[in-house]
């Protein structure tokens, strides 16, 4: 026997064996349109120039390889915490912020539901919209929390399904916690408007229900971090709500190896800030003692600085521009070559990810016969898309839904 020997299978990932099977497929016009990583038009990984210029920075400074301390790089957290709630309510809230650097979103959304363990008895029920990042329910479930999806998009018509949405806040627990994607919501694209998130917000507050909001993707959206910051500035600001952002620089500083992240948890007063910033420490200590530091400081160095943060703001431009230039270049390809079905859902959408609405059978076909990878549920990276396939893939698309 084994000390192992209850220990079951589990398939591996479908995103990362979908990128296994693409990386292995010698197909020269593959196309991989299942990872959600930043490609530049010649499909190849992007170092954003402000990130290239912190770097450069950084190594002529002397670089050591110190421990960072348990919280985190100081001053990474108290940029990262501006960076989401802006100049202003960061001023304002300062002293009622409770903030460690984690690692990227994962960790930043694993350590703030063992924060929640801790602190919250009984343990809330955790809402998830349906669909949603895979991992969501993976890191909440695994933390013990009971785990509930709601209704969050209306497949036949391809949009938001707003009055489910409304009637889950209404009708949930007081005091349950929410998962809100910040903006970009992935799979589907499709965010709230600002007046939906007004409404939503109020419901939060009327109904003592929780927000934690996982911020993936600020800036990397619009290009514009303000406007991707919309919905948490709202609740922070406008309601003020308490509130957990987790943050994650993979998308937006293209630092996905580096594990860059950070938990920025509003508290409603200083006393209980200081005191949740010491058990986000202590529960830190525990699992990984120190967050890695050579990411961190990377994103405090362009956060730190006007030019390399102006740098920032035009690599997001640049990053979520070409994107949104795909996503209208594939929808007027679909369209002009008259493929059956509608498309507009596509210029509808937003952010680094894509619904197009196939069946798996079609998903299938495109993968076995013209070497184009995405989910089974039809999503796409937008970024793998570029000036050399999108033609490809469009006519791909059409052939098969003939
Ligand atoms: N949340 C969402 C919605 C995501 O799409 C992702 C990455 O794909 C993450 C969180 C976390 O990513 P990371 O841990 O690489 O920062």
Known sequence: TSWFDRATFYPPDPIFALTAGFIADPDPNKVNLGQGTYRDDEGKPWILSSVHQARE?????????????????????????????GTRIYREHKETLATCQSLSGTGSLHLT?????????????????EPTWSNHHQIFRALGFECQS????????????????????????????????????????????????????????????????????????????????????????DLELETAVCMSFAKNMGLYGERVGCTVLVA????????????????????VSNPPGFGAKIASTVLGDEQLK????????????????MRTQLHD???????????NHLVNQTGMFGFLGLSPKVVEQLR????????????????????????????SIKTCLE
Not at 270 to 286: D, F, I, K, P, Y
Not at 371 to 385: D, F, Q, T
Request: hydrophobic content about 40%; aromatic content about 12%; charged content about 20%.
């Open 333 to 343: 390809l679909l369209v002009s070559q008259a493929t059956p079905g509608s498309w």
């Open 268 to 287: 409603k007063n200083s006393l209980t800030a200081r005191n949740t910033e010491s058990m986000l420490e202590m529960l830190q200590r525990s699992e």
């Open 113 to 129: 539901g063992l924060l929640l363990r801790a602190v919250l008895n009984p343990l809330p029920k955790v809402f998830i919209p």
């Open 310 to 325: 102006g740098a920032w703001y035009e690599d997001m431009v640049t990053m979520s521009g070409r994107i949104r230039s």
């Open 150 to 237: 709601f209704p969050y998009y209306d497949y036949a018509n391809k949009t938001l399904d707003f009055d489910s949405y409304i009637s889950t806040l209404e009708s949930a627990e007081p005091h349950s916690i929410f998962i809100l994607h910040a903006c970009a919501h992935n799979p589907t694209g499709c965010d709230p408007s600002k007046s939906q998130w007004e409404q939503i917000g109020q419901i939060f507050k009327d109904r003592q229900l929780f927000p934690l909001f996982d911020a993936a993707y600020l800036g990397f959206n619009s290009g514009d971090v303000d406007e991707d910051a919309f919905a948490i500035r709202y609740f922070v600001d």
């Open 57 to 85: 920075k950084l190594i002529s400074q002397k670089l050591y390889h110190e421990y960072l301390p348990i919280l985190g790089l100081a001053e990474f957290r108290s940029r990262a915490a501006e960076v989401a709630l």
């Open 368 to 395: 076995d016969q013209y070497y184009i990878y995405m989910s089974a549920n039809s999503r796409i990276s937008l970024a793998g898309l570029n000036s050399h396939n999108v033609e490809y893939v469009a006519r």
